[in-house]
């Protein structure tokens, strides 16, 4: 009876500070959860801080050591799977009261749960003997939720010594976090995200916790974070191809998401799940081929039957129904829940002030900005305390960020080491020659207005999305520089105040309503209207300097939205059984998608003509 997952959701990776110590906060429940490794001195600031809340010694980790991130990820992960198992101890200990902890695993779980079950019959029981029998048996099988880590391939920045002389590679961000993973004492996954990072993927051979043991079981696995069938296909042939097993498939929205949008070329998230619907089963023969024949030519076991490899979802999802369809039509093993938990401060760390500003916002205060320095749409929310400063430096004509993280570094326009497009430094040159060609005539005022509006733009990430944890910790920086970014995604609309985590997991499982009273389409419906209006200022960017190899990307992101809504229209009896008049109003959005999209793709035609 005993389970690996108790539960059919868990927590994705929310910001640098938001799910930072979200496993303290609710892996005792059974509830897994994603924290960033991005961040090594947040990891550093929240071991510090956990230490002195569970009484355990602290030596610091000073950026001065060698290989100090490695070791501070081992650190913190360690202190966090200590303090997580201390927790379960205690929660074995307690009696089954209504105020209980233990009490409140079991109410938490699915009302399927054989776990849950088995408690129901326990509580049902009159007599004492079989009753405390059952009570230990629910004792036993108690399991904590995993502790895992998200690792975000392109953060993957060359460090240097003091002397400026460049490290060995596997100084750099990327493979160092995971460096830390690999020796730390969790036994949980590594989640990769934002695509291919090969240096990334072949470090991996080198740590055997990845490799399967004798039985077949893993110390540490991995998950990558895709959008699209294709990438999975992609990214488990190459890992698989060095011995290395995909132990999870996690498909996110492309733009129905917080933090970071990687959009798709028009392709929806229905269809994308009815791929991994109809080729999940090739897909693991195919990988577990490639995999097997590497580890048998390295000498290594050979699980005999083809590893666990679970395949998910997260994006935009609101209500049971949706968590329900994705797993009794789709196959999911569970889906990803992370904005809405922002609002649950049992399960996230989020400030007061930002905490009341996410409670109350509306659809027109999430964007889809261009603030972040690597360049790729980031799901954000107006007025934030970081806006408010970099709006403040740029009145005080001083725009930009001083760089002391510089985990965002990528640009080299104006130096040979890589800068980040937020900092003072690269902002201060870029308006200089922004000046410069206008006053030369090489662009026009409105191009000039433009380009120093994107410029300006750029806000300090490593600064904005850490900040909440150290205000919540009390922990150094003047007030002045704990200005904080946020990243919900546009699903926020429809959630308004402050949650308990029994609420919003009844939400999941539809036991409680959590939504507030602006009508909610389908989460389909609400990622098609956002990739609509992303296609929109795509043709609109792209108008006046048209090239044929623009125009074709064009075209074909246009025809996969319109093969999603056929496919759409297709699903509606199965998507809302029983139920003629959802059908009726999905049909209607259906519609008036696709006649906007006919519109503009006239409107476009006649404009190049």
């Known amino acids: 009876m005993q389970l690996s997952t108790p539960h059919n959701f868990h927590l994705p ?200 043991d004798v039985k077949g079981n893993f110390e540490k696995t991995v998950i990558i974070k895709v959008s699209d069938y294709r990438s999975a296909l992609v990214q488990g042939k190459i890992l698989a191809k060095k011995g290395i097993w995909v132990s999870e498939f996690r498909i996110e929205s492309g733009l129905n998401c917080g933090g970071h949008a990687f959009a798709t070329d028009g392709y929806l998230i229905g269809p994308i799940l009815e791929e991994f619907k109809q080729n999940r089963h090739a897909l693991q023969t195919e990988l577990y081929s490639l995999f097997s024949s590497v580890l048998a030519s390295k000498g290594l076991h050979v699980p005999g039957e083809i590893p666990v490899q679970r395949i998910t979802m997260q994006g935009g999802i609101g209500t049971a129904a949706e968590h329900d369809f994705l797993q009794e039509y789709y196959g999911m093993d569970a889906t990803g829940w992370g904005t809405p938990f922002l609002l649950v401060p049992e399960a996230t760390t989020v400030d007061e002030p930002t905490l009341q500003q996410l409670s109350d916002a509306k659809a027109e205060d999430l964007y889809l900005s261009p603030i972040s320095p690597l360049g790729v749409p980031f799901n954000a929310l107006r007025g934030t305390s970081s806006e408010e400063l970099k709006q403040i430096r740029i009145d005080k004509g001083k725009p930009g960020s001083p760089c002391v993280k510089k985990h965002l570094v990528s640009n080299t326009e104006f130096t040979e080491e890589a800068i980040c497009t937020a900092s003072r430094k690269y902002q201060r040159r870029k308006l200089e020659q922004l000046d410069e060609q206008l006053n030369t005539q090489v662009l026009t005022p409105e191009l000039y207005q433009a380009e120093k509006e994107s410029v300006l733009a750029k806000e300090c990430l490593c600064e904005g999305l850490a900040n909440s944890a150290l205000q919540i910790f009390n922990i150094g920086k003047k007030a002045a520089t704990k200005a904080v970014t946020i990243c919900p995604g546009p699903n926020l609309a429809y959630f308004s105040g402050v949650f308990k985590l029994h609420e919003m997991v009844d939400h999941i499982y539809g036991r409680f309503n959590a939504l507030n009273q602006t009508y909610r389409p389908h989460m389909f419906v609400n990622e098609l209207k956002m990739y609509v209006d992303y296609w929109k200022n795509k043709k609109a960017e792209q108008l006046e300097t048209l090239t044929d190899k623009q125009e074709k990307y064009l075209n074909n992101f246009w025809q996969n939205m319109q093969d999603g809504i056929t496919y759409y229209k297709k699903l509606l009896p199965e998507l809302f059984r029983n139920e003629l008049e959802r059908q009726v109003l999905m049909l209607d959005e259906l519609l008036e998608a696709e006649d906007i999209l006919l519109q503009l793709q006239l409107r476009r035609a006649e404009a190049i003509a």
Do not use: W
Request: charged content about 25%; hydrophobic content about 40%; some cysteine.
């Open 13 to 212: 990776v929310m910001g640098l500070a938001f799910s930072i110590d979200t496993p303290i906060k609710v892996a005792r429940f059974g509830i897994s959860s994603v924290a960033s490794l991005s961040d090594d001195a947040l990891l550093e600031h929240t071991r510090s801080h956990y230490a002195k809340v569970y009484n355990r010694p602290y030596e610091p980790i000073t950026d001065k050591e060698e290989d100090y991130r490695a070791k501070r990820t081992t650190a913190f992960l360690n202190l966090v799977d200590e303090i997580v198992k201390e927790q379960m101890k205690e929660l074995q200990a307690q009696d089954f009261t209504p105020e209980a902890e233990i009490t409140k695993y079991f109410t938490l779980l699915p009302d399927n749960s054989p776990l849950r079950v088995r408690y129901n019959e326990m509580l049902q029981t009159t007599d004492p003997a079989q009753k405390l029998l059952l009570q230990e048996e629910l004792r036993y099988v108690l399991v904590a939720g995993k502790i895992d880590v998200n690792i975000m391939t392109k953060l993957d920045k060359t460090n240097y010594t003091k002397s400026g002389e460049a490290l060995p590679q596997e100084y750099s961000d990327a493979l160092a976090a995971l460096r830390g993973f690999a020796n730390s004492t969790v036994n949980s996954s590594v989640v990769f995200s934002a695509g291919m990072n090969m240096r990334l993927f072949a470090y991996l051979e080198q740590f055997p916790c990845f490799l399967p």
